[in-house]
Nanobody, 116 residues
Framework: VQLQASGGGLAQAGGSLRLSCVGSGNIFNFYHMAWYRQAPGKERELVAAITSGMTTDYTESVKGRFTISRDNIKRTVYLQMNSLKPEDTAVYYC???????????WGKGTLVTVSS
């Protein structure tokens, strides 16, 4: 599967952005989906995940501010980011994991910059 992320940009602290990630192919619902991010000088970290069964999970620092969702018909996973903080500044990556083979696929990142 190929993944194309979009929606990054510049936001002020307290603002919002919505990231989208479109997957190729026609069996999108066979994949667990996730958003990761990598800030300058830091390791890539899991931000939010949504299973094929719509179960969601978030890293503690974004709970209550970010929402992950998916539309299997549109083959798209979203990350709604509210109450943004400067520490959310990072390149955000979309990831897909096949539910059976556990094969992982990554999209190219989209840069999110939050100014204070």
């Amino acid at each position: 599967v190929q993944l194309q992320a979009s929606g990054g940009g510049l936001a002020q602290a307290g603002g919002s952005l919505r990231l989208s990630c479109v997957g190729s192919g026609n069996i999108f619902n066979f994949y667990h989906m996730a958003w990761y991010r990598q800030a300058p000088g830091k390791e890539r970290e899991l931000v939010a995940a949504i299973t094929s069964g719509m179960t969601t999970d978030y890293t503690e620092s974004v709970k209550g501010r970010f929402t992950i969702s998916r539309d299997n018909i549109k083959r798209t996973v979203y990350l709604q980011m509210n109450s943004l903080k400067p520490e959310d500044t990072a390149v955000y990556y979309c990831q897909a994991t096949h539910v059976i083979t556990r094969s992982n696929y990554w999209g190219k990142g989209t840069l999110v910059t939050v100014s204070s």
